[in-house]
């Protein structure tokens, strides 16, 4: 199966699991570099507003994932075995509430806990947010996810 049609599947997965918990939108837009071609968007918005947004934009060759409502801190990742399996474990313990978000001024810093423990984190930040203020990852808004559930 090609990534592209494992994305749809796993996609499609998720719609269902999530049917009255979140609305799962799928667009396409246009490629940036390469005008021809189409990249998928899709978003997970939760009903439970304390609960963590998800969304991605899968090109030809990898996906970029975003968790939170934050400056877009994101994963990127291949569109092979090891990137779905990061996938997945991103994604479900977004619905599951194990994210962690941290606002400051034009910057998010997320940190998601999966099962076995692992730590994964990712900071974003607008164009003004080139320069962290000090010591926002401490003074800065932090908010704990719930669970879609």
């Not at 990898?62 to 090891?82: F, H, Q």
């Not at 099962?115 to 704990?144: A, I, M, N």
Request: glycine content about 10%; cysteine-free; proline content about 6%.
């Amino acid at each position: 199966m090609s990534g592209a049609a494992r994305l749809d599947a796993f996609e499609d997965e998720l719609r269902s699991r999530l049917d009255g918990l979140a609305t799962v939108t799928r667009e396409h837009v246009h490629n940036y570099p390469k005008p021809d071609l189409y990249d998928v968007v899709v978003t997970i918005e939760p009903v439970n507003p304390a609960s963590a947004p998800i969304s991605w934009i899968a090109s030809d060759v990898d996906v970029v994932l975003s968790v939170g409502r934050g400056n877009w801190p994101r994963w990127e990742l291949a569109l092979d075995d090891l990137g779905f399996d990061e996938l997945d474990n991103l994604v479900k313990a977004a619905i599951d509430g194990r994210v962690r978000e941290t606002f400051g001024w034009h910057r998010s810093f997320v940190e998601v806990l999966h099962e076995d423990g692992q730590v994964e984190r990712s900071t974003g930040g607008g164009l003004l947010g080139l320069v962290p203020l000090p010591g926002w990852k401490w003074w800065g808004r932090h908010v704990r996810y719930e669970p879609y559930a």
